[in-house]
């Protein structure tokens, strides 16, 4: 029984990890015209910062994990928002640059903002069973919360920078 609970929080993370590996959000970007090499470019960019983040005593040792999990965040939420950047006959790069301009010296309450207007839309994208289903105002789950927390932590962390360097 005691191993019970332990069990059932690793299984549904590694679920919930299933639907944020890069390898799947590469497939979805290569769907659209131009494919995924810029936004692959751009999250090695960002992935290669992200030791820099945290503090030197634990830099080598958790560095390379905090590069593969900054790679895996910025692909998922960038694919969301160049797919709902696009417009008719636009590829990725066009796309991504719409991002980015739109996003240069945006302040965190407007980042904050963008985060929460696209989590719909990241929803849609990845989540199964939200796929195009109405919105349920009566019942608030506790996963749908910490999916909303989950999604709104990683895409103020992949834009944050985003926005400081603008396009």
Known sequence: MKYLAPLALILGLGCANYAMRAEHTTTELDLLPGRSDPVR???REHSQRAPDRLPI????ESGPRAADAA?????DVLTVFVSVAMDNRDTTEDGLGAVRSRLTGLDSEALADTCDDHYQAWQILWVAE???R???????SAETLARYDSWMQRCRRVLRPVAAAGP
């Open 41 to 43: 470019t751009a999250c």
């Open 57 to 60: 005593q634990v830099r080598s």
């Open 71 to 75: 790679f895996v965040d910025c692909m």
């Open 130 to 132: 939200a796929r195009l």
């Open 134 to 140: 109405p919105l349920e105002t009566n019942t608030v």
